[in-house]
């Protein structure tokens, strides 16, 4: 199983970025699948999370400024962010595994399987 994240960048306050993360090796309609962030000196965050059947969660922070997707023709997952803020800036991850989003622990706290290396975004002031 691999995953591949890429559409990452440098844009200033205000802009919109679109990442994109690839999978392959297992059927990417079966899982958990959801976007994490990092910032330097900083604990992982869930940012975003979509469940195979289409209900997805943010975190509070991004909540209508970000919009995960799946594009299940293409086996990728899709995280749209608008409104980008410096706070924004980390590396991003995406990551997924065999568990509903909507159930049990919160997916954000959940141990994913699957990871790919990551897509760094910078937003500047």
């Known amino acids: 199983v691999q995953l591949v994240e890429s559409g990452g960048g440098s844009v200033q306050s205000g802009g919109s970025l679109r990442l994109s993360c690839a999978a392959s090796?297992?059927?990417?309609?079966?899982?958990?699948r959801a976007w994490f962030r990092q910032a330097p000196g900083a604990e992982r965050e869930g940012v975003a999370a979509i469940d195979r059947d289409g209900r997805t969660y943010y975190t509070d922070s991004v909540k209508g400024r970000f919009t995960i997707s799946l594009d299940n023709a293409k086996n990728t997952l899709d995280l749209q962010m608008n409104s980008l803020k410096p706070e924004d800036t980390a590396m991003y991850y995406c990551?997924?595994?065999?568990?509903?989003?909507?159930?049990?622990?919160?997916?954000?706290?959940?141990?994913?399987?699957?990871w790919g290396h990551g897509t760094q975004v910078t937003v500047s002031s």
């Open positions: 990551a997924a595994d065999i568990f509903w989003c909507g159930y049990g622990d919160n997916w954000s706290i959940r141990n994913f399987g699957y």
């Open positions: 090796g297992y059927s990417y309609t079966t899982y958990c």
